[in-house]
């Protein structure tokens, strides 16, 4: 079995909880499980950068390889 093969998805679908803005478009997040997470907006995304404050739930994509860097899909 490849390594391909071994995981159901490339990456994972999280539901996040925003900290704090460090960056103009970065965040630092919580993962379901509490750990700390850096989380981006792309530039697709750009308007939710008007609209994400501390205390928000976002869905994230994160790689299952690195958990400390997670992309902002949309609010939860």
Known sequence: MSTADSYPSQYIDCTCTICER????????????????????QKKEAHLLDIIQPGDK??????PADFERARIRSMA
């Open 22 to 41: 460090f960056a103009p478009t970065a965040f630092r997040a919580l993962l379901p499980n509490g750990k700390p997470t850096v989380a981006f907006v």
């Open 58 to 63: 976002v869905l994230c994509t994160v790689c």
